[in-house]
Structure formats: structure tokens, C-alpha cells
């Protein structure tokens, strides 16, 4: 089991935990993930004791999002791949910004992210990493976008990341570049941090995983905010170890946890968004870019 395939396993099991999920979910899940029954079913069941009732995945969710000025493009990635991707044009770019998704793909949540960050003054471009397979619509069951992204070599998510920066720079000439990602795109923001981008003067990942044993010195110009929940442990579990990596590369970063705050508390979308935590992550990353993007 890679980490990738071990982060995923336990976004299901934490999920079915919560009572986000139904077993039968879980199982759906944990199976296309190829955890065979005779480990998910142990699994899901030493949560059992202390799992709450089951809360309705769309009790938080808005109608319908507001994509404002979001744009879907393509464009080219590497070894003969073309991507696709969502991206928002600020009138006066202050920055450029690379938005890597959740485990779920490109859902609607990213397509219109991209439009926000440009009214707030940074042209931004939500890659899609599930281009080589079609793109994330091509997936009706959302748990297949997550198996599809967890078979896909992690090298590729790499290899694409950098061709979003390199469709910014072409874009937003001239103008420094930062990554933000989510989840599982927190995770992936990490990963291209470790594997080396001195294109990025900043990056914000959400309640994502850092790499064992990261080091961040091959991205010598990064200034690094994390951001993390208070009530997500198992994420909360590497954050010492990647801010320790940090310190060692000697990077500027900074680690803010939000009160009361849970694992993808910004997805206004999800069963989890708290809009406060939201509001004031999102300015903190505002000032984060607009200080190290300049």
C-alpha cells in the first residue's frame, strides 16, 4: 500500500467514523480502492462503538455554485497528454495560483474556485489530474474518480502540476506563482514541494499529508503556510514532521490550526464546511499571497 492508496483508505474509513458514509458506502468504496472485505469489514467495524448516527451529504451544500468569470480550457501537459482545467483571469494579477483538487476531482466546488481568487485579485488554474482518464465528468460515481486517481502513477500528478505552471506562466506573464491544493491536492502540493519547484515563491495546503521524510530544500523559494483543523487528528499527525522538514530546508512557513474546525472544513459543498474557519482561512491565505507573490 503506497501512501497515496493509504491516505484514501483512511479518508473512508474516517468518513464512515463520522457517520458520514453508510457501511455499504464504505464498502463500495474501500472495495474500488481494492481493499479486499476481509480487511475493510474489521476495519470498519472497530469504528462501530462510538460512531454517531449518519448525517446527510447535502445538508450543507449551496444549489448551485457561483462560477463567475471561470473559464474550462485545455492544454498541453507532458509525454503527449492534454489536460484540462479550470481557470479565472484577475483584471489586475497580483499573482498566479495553482489549485490542486480533493480526492474527488475536479467537482464543482474547484471549477468555481478559481473565479474567487480572481475577483480577490489572483488569476488562478484549477488543473484536473484525472485529464489522462477522461476528466473527472467523465465519472458519475465520485468514488471512481477517487480509485482513478488512486491507480494513476503518483509521478504523473507531478508531471501535470508542472504543466499548470507552465500554462500560468503563459497566461500570467511575469507574475510569481503559488500552489494551494486540498486534501488530498494538500498532499500533492507537498509532494511537488519535496520533488523540487522553484517556481513556487508560495504555497498553502489544506489539510494535506506531507511525504515521509520530505525535504524541501529543492524548492528553495517557497514560503509555506499549512493549514490544518483542530478535530483532524489523523491528518494533524504529520504536521509536526512536515513543519520539522520545513525548519530544515530553512523555509519561511507558518502552521495555523483552526477551533473546532474538522477535516475539508472550506469545502462549502461538503457535510463538514464550517463558514467561519472558511472565511478566515481564506483571508490568511489572501495576505500569505499577496505578502510572497509581490
Not at 161 to 184: Q, W
Request: hydrophobic share 45%; glycine share 8%.
Amino acid at each position: 500500500m503506497n501512501e497515496i492508496n493509504r491516505y484514501l483508505t483512511e479518508e473512508v474509513v474516517v468518513d464512515y467514523a463520522d457517520g458520514l458514509i453508510s457501511r455499504r458506502e464504505a464498502l463500495h468504496r474501500l472495495g474500488l480502492l481494492g481493499v479486499a472485505a476481509a480487511v475493510a469489514t474489521p476495519l470498519l467495524a472497530a469504528c462501530d462503538a462510538d460512531r454517531p448516527a449518519e448525517t446527510a451529504p447535502t445538508a450543507t451544500a449551496p444549489a448551485t455554485p457561483q462560477l463567475g468569470q471561470t473559464e474550462a480550457i485545455t492544454f498541453a501537459g507532458q509525454e503527449g497528454r492534454t489536460l484540462q482545467g479550470s481557470f479565472a483571469a484577475a483584471d489586475t494579477p497580483r499573482g498566479a495560483v495553482l489549485i490542486i483538487h480533493e480526492n474527488r476531482g475536479l467537482t464543482d466546488h474547484f471549477v468555481a474556485l478559481p473565479a474567487r481568487l480572481a475577483r480577490s485579485g489572483f488569476s488562478a488554474l484549477a488543473v484536473d489530474l484525472l485529464s489522462a482518464e477522461g476528466g473527472t465528468a467523465k465519472f458519475t460515481d465520485p468514488a471512481q474518480a477517487t480509485a482513478a486517481l488512486n491507480a494513476a502513477p503518483p509521478a504523473r500528478f507531478i508531471a501535470d502540476m508542472r504543466s499548470g505552471l507552465d500554462e500560468l506562466e503563459k497566461r500570467v506573464p511575469r507574475k510569481k506563482a503559488a500552489a494551494m491544493g486540498f486534501c488530498f491536492g494538500g498532499g500533492q502540493v507537498w509532494s511537488l514541494l519535496a520533488a523540487g519547484e522553484p517556481r513556487l515563491y508560495a504555497a498553502a495546503p489544506f489539510y494535506g499529508p506531507a511525504p515521509a521524510d520530505a525535504d524541501f530544500s529543492k524548492s528553495p523559494n517557497a514560503k509555506v503556510l499549512g493549514i490544518y483543523a483542530q478535530l483532524d487528528d489523523r491528518i494533524n499527525a504529520t504536521r509536526e514532521p512536515a513543519n520539522a522538514a520545513l525548519q530544515k530546508a530553512g523555509l519561511t512557513h507558518e502552521m495555523v490550526t483552526y477551533p473546532s474546525a474538522n477535516h475539508a472544513f472550506f469545502n462549502e459543498t461538503g457535510p463538514r464546511y464550517l463558514p467561519e474557519a472558511a472565511a478566515q482561512a481564506y483571508q490568511k491565505v489572501l495576505e500569505w499571497f499577496g505578502r510572497y507573490l509581490a
